[in-house]
Structures are given as structure tokens and as C-alpha cells.
């Protein structure tokens, strides 16, 4: 059966078997990073790869096998205590980041500074972490066993995957030395901003709310001028009491500008609220 969307066709099985080929693409980029910046700069910057990083360093463990050695046990108590939620696709993560780490483990480091190690392999983490969650799977690891803490504890998941990557970043530490632990902080960081990035996208479209005593000159200038639509909250002024009602629009921040200079030409005392829309999915901008 094939669905129709806004202009397209959308093949469930065709949509299926991309997901697989982001998990894969995803899961080898994290394995590339982790070989070529990470593990040569003993950059252990959380997650079962820096509990790979520290035991490489200190009993000189193939990665690789620490990784499987973690990540199937707890792919498999996942699936004992929270479910069959995670399915074939995390499964295929679970076993074949390591396997590219095996297989790439003979690569010469692409770097030997460590700051740029944390700094170019949180990135290449991110991208690949990112592109895996767009296949909707995941690759394991500390995460699993972040959701099994948060399901016996009840702290909440935020909290779980801090403490576990805050003590491998510890662990780091001591068994390296300080510096080595900040750099792993680094790299956890631009990880997790890599991995919004993919995610969500460079925002490229602002949201206005527009407080003015003449709303229907500018709703109908952003409709007729701007071409958009907008939207009417209902309000009251928290001094009078009075109904004030907001606009609120979404524009392409190359239609920015003129919404400034709409509301300024037809209300120049309007107070005007703007902020940065991360994602905007529906008619106009991308397609849901």
C-alpha cells in the first residue's frame, strides 16, 4: 500500500528500509570517530566507547570486544526489564558499531591533538548518533542501562544518563589524568549538541508574538503581504484586565524583515516578541 502525502508518495516499506540504512550509516560514522579521534587521544567522553577508551588504556583490551562484551548484556536485560520496545534496528546497532570498530581499528588517528579529537570526534559521535536516532533506533549501550536505572530509581532519565557518563568522565580522570577528563567533558558536550543538530536542524524560522491595538491591519498584512498564516491568542492585559489579543505568526527568517517592518509602517508603539522556531512542520514550511 502506498500513502500520499503532501506532493509525495510514501512507501511504508521504502521508509523501513531507510530507517535501516540510517542506523547502519549512523552506527559506522560513530565507529569512524570513536577510531580516528576518540581512542587515540584517550578521549573517553562517556557512553560504553569511553568505558572502551579506559580499559584499552589500562589493560589494553580490544575495544571492540569491551563494546560487544557491554552492549549485548544489556541489549538483552533491555529486553528482560523494560520490553520489546527496541526491536531489530537497535539490535543491529548494538552489534554493528563494534564491528566497524573492529573492522576500521587499524586506521591511522586523523589527529593527535587531543582538544581536537574531542572537539572533531563529538561531532563525528553526534552526526552519527543523530542519524541513527532518525532511523529510530538506538545504539545501546549506557542509554539502556540509563532506562533500566530510571525504571527501578524512578530518577528521571536526564539524570540516569548524567550520572553514568559523569562517572565514566570521572573514571577517565583518574586512570588518564585531569586534562584528559575535561577534554572527555568537551567532547560529551559538542556530542550532544552534534546529535540536536542533526535532529532538529540550524533554525532558520522565527516566531513573533505581536501585541498591538491595531491586530486586524497587521493580520491582514500578514496574510495578503507576507503571504502566511497567523494565528489569534486570546489575552488580557495583566495591568488593566483588558482583552488584548496576541498574533502569533511563524515566518522564514528571510521573511523576517519585512514582518519587522510591516508592524513598525502600520503600529510603531506594537510590542512585538520574537524567538527562534527550532522545527516547524505543517503547510508552508516542512512537510510532517
Given at each position: 500500500m502506498?500513502?500520499?502525502?503532501?506532493?509525495?508518495?510514501?512507501?511504508?516499506?521504502?521508509?523501513?528500509?531507510?530507517?535501516?540504512?540510517?542506523?547502519?550509516?549512523?552506527?559506522?560514522?560513530?565507529?569512524?570517530?570513536?577510531?580516528?579521534?576518540?581512542?587515540?587521544?584517550?578521549?573517553a567522553?562517556?557512553?560504553?566507547?569511553?568505558?572502551?577508551?579506559?580499559?584499552?588504556?589500562v589493560?589494553?583490551?580490544?575495544?571492540a570486544y569491551?563494546?560487544?562484551?557491554?552492549?549485548?548484556?544489556?541489549?538483552?536485560?533491555?529486553?528482560?526489564f523494560?520490553?520489546?520496545q527496541?526491536?531489530v534496528?537497535?539490535?543491529?546497532?548494538?552489534?554493528?558499531l563494534?564491528?566497524?570498530v573492529?573492522l576500521?581499528e587499524s586506521?591511522?588517528?586523523w589527529?593527535?591533538?587531543?582538544?581536537?579529537?574531542?572537539?572533531?570526534?563529538?561531532?563525528?559521535?553526534?552526526l552519527?548518533?543523530?542519524?541513527v536516532?532518525?532511523?529510530?533506533?538506538s545504539?545501546?549501550?549506557?542509554?539502556?542501562?540509563?532506562?533500566?536505572?530510571?525504571?527501578?530509581?524512578?530518577?528521571?532519565?536526564?539524570?540516569?544518563?548524567?550520572?553514568?557518563?559523569?562517572?565514566i568522565?570521572l573514571?577517565?580522570?583518574?586512570?588518564?589524568d585531569?586534562?584528559r577528563g575535561?577534554?572527555?567533558l568537551?567532547?560529551?558536550?559538542?556530542?550532544?549538541?552534534?546529535?540536536?543538530?542533526?535532529?532538529?536542524?540550524?533554525?532558520?524560522?522565527?516566531?513573533?508574538?505581536?501585541?498591538t491595538?491595531k491586530?486586524?491591519e497587521?493580520r491582514?498584512?500578514?496574510?495578503h503581504k507576507?503571504?502566511?498564516?497567523?494565528?489569534?491568542?486570546?489575552?488580557?492585559?495583566?495591568?488593566?484586565?483588558?482583552?488584548r489579543?496576541?498574533l502569533?505568526?511563524?515566518?522564514?527568517?528571510?521573511?523576517f524583515?519585512?514582518?519587522?517592518?510591516?508592524?513598525?509602517t502600520?503600529?510603531?508603539s506594537?510590542?512585538?516578541?520574537?524567538?527562534?522556531a527550532?522545527?516547524?512542520?505543517?503547510?508552508?514550511?516542512?512537510r510532517?
Open positions: 502506498v500513502l500520499k502525502g503532501r506532493g509525495r508518495n510514501i512507501d511504508p516499506a521504502r521508509e523501513k528500509w531507510l530507517e535501516y540504512v540510517f542506523v547502519i550509516i549512523g552506527s559506522a560514522i560513530v565507529a569512524i570517530a570513536f577510531n580516528v579521534f576518540l581512542l587515540p587521544n584517550e578521549v567522553s562517556g557512553g560504553v566507547s569511553g568505558i572502551s577508551t579506559i580499559l584499552k588504556g589493560l589494553d583490551w580490544k575495544p569491551v563494546q560487544w562484551a557491554f552492549n549485548i548484556p544489556l541489549f538483552i536485560a533491555g529486553l528482560i523494560l520490553g520489546l527496541f526491536g534496528k537497535t539490535a543491529i546497532g548494538t552489534i554493528f563494534p564491528l566497524v573492529f576500521t586506521w591511522e588517528p589527529t593527535t591533538d587531543p582538544l581536537l579529537g574531542a572537539l572533531f570526534g563529538g561531532i563525528g559521535v553526534g552519527g548518533l543523530g542519524i536516532f532518525r532511523g529510530k533506533a545504539t545501546g549501550g549506557t542509554d539502556l542501562a540509563a532506562q533500566i536505572v530510571n525504571k527501578f530509581t524512578g530518577l528521571s532519565l536526564g539524570t540516569c544518563v548524567a550520572l553514568i557518563d559523569g562517572m568522565v573514571s577517565a580522570a583518574i586512570v588518564f585531569i586534562e575535561l577534554y572527555a568537551i567532547g560529551l558536550y559538542v556530542t550532544s549538541k552534534t546529535i540536536d543538530l542533526v535532529q532538529v536542524g540550524i533554525s532558520r524560522s522565527k516566531m513573533a508574538l505581536v501585541i491595538n491586530q486586524e497587521i491582514e498584512g500578514i496574510l507576507i503571504d502566511r498564516g497567523v494565528t489569534k491568542l486570546s489575552a488580557y492585559g495583566g495591568y488593566t484586565d483588558d482583552e489579543p496576541i502569533m505568526v511563524v515566518v522564514d527568517l528571510t521573511e524583515t519585512k514582518l519587522k517592518q510591516l508592524v513598525k502600520i503600529d510603531p506594537a510590542f512585538v516578541v520574537t524567538m527562534d527550532s522545527e516547524v512542520l505543517g503547510e508552508g514550511f516542512k510532517v
